[in-house]
């Protein structure tokens, strides 16, 4: 990991509950920057593809954060929603960003025409997270009722609607980056599997965890599946049968996020006790702590990409 310029370097940002988003030199382990964010807690961080932009969803705004500024405050806010905002996001061009929230509704937004949201989705029920298709045209949403919806933006409608547990809330949506597999993790602490076609055709249960999943990620190269619980612990599993292949264990309370490096040999992950960690994914330990905020942290992003 390297800081040497632009296309390079490393965008590491964790933020929580002390109204602050931290960027930090992810090789040293030292914060050098701190964005304020007034509004209660952070819940969701993005870092855009070219890394000069970070996007953050509190409660009930979204704040736009320039990356190189010298300043410590946003330079947009995107006003709209009515609830807790648990899930944004860009897509890779940097045209368009997307927000889901508490209030049930995804909005699509536009930073180069203004603040106002383009395009809203009425899901009438509590978001609790959305990522974006790498065909770019759809979003896939997970929400209260148990249910995963893939929306096409295009058509500007729900296409599918998946419910693998009945009423359980899905905590956390993944899509594999060849778009082969869509993961889904739940309150019950198991994760469904499934293949993208004309239907979404069920592969998999996966009892991951006996406690709370708060986040289920996959990394770029798709050979692991890394879950976060309340249970204190990152579980990484082998894709390829869904084996155990480590378990992440050193922080003191609820892990809330994650997130892979490009090359997925790392994963941070951001917790309750007030710090995030680098960990190595072949040696299964912790490569450097992340400490600096006074309280817990929720979410993590990271761009390391070349």
Known sequence: MTTSNQSTRVILA?????????LWDASAGVSYKTFSHPEKQVNSLCVTADKA???AG????????????????SLLMFEGHTGNVRAVGANRAGRFLFSGSED?????????????????????????????HPNQGELISG???????????????CSSELVPEGDTPISSVAVAADASLIAAGNFNGNCYFWSPGEEYVPVKKLRAHRAYITA???????RFFATASSDRTVKLWNMHDFSLAATLAGHTRWVWDAAFSADSSFIVTASSDQTAKLWDID????????????????????????
């Open 216 to 222: 289920c990620r996959l990394s770029p190269d798709s």
């Open 53 to 55: 932009n970070l996007l």
């Open 58 to 73: 509190g409660n009930p705004v979204l704040r736009w954060y320039d990356c190189n500024s010298a300043g410590s405050d």
């Open 143 to 157: 929400d209260n009722t148990g249910a995963v919806r893939v929306w096409d933006l295009a058509a500007n409608k």
């Open 104 to 132: 049930g509704t995804i909005k699509i937004w536009d930073p180069r025409a203004g603040t106002s949201c383009v395009c809203d989705f009425d899901a009438r029920k509590a978001i609790n997270t959305v990522v974006l």
């Open 14 to 22: 964790t933020a929580g509950y002390d109204f602050s988003i931290r």
């Open 283 to 306: 040696g299964g330990c912790v490569v450097r702590t992340y400490q600096g905020h006074v309280k817990g942290l929720t979410c993590v992003a990271l761009n390391d990409s070349l």
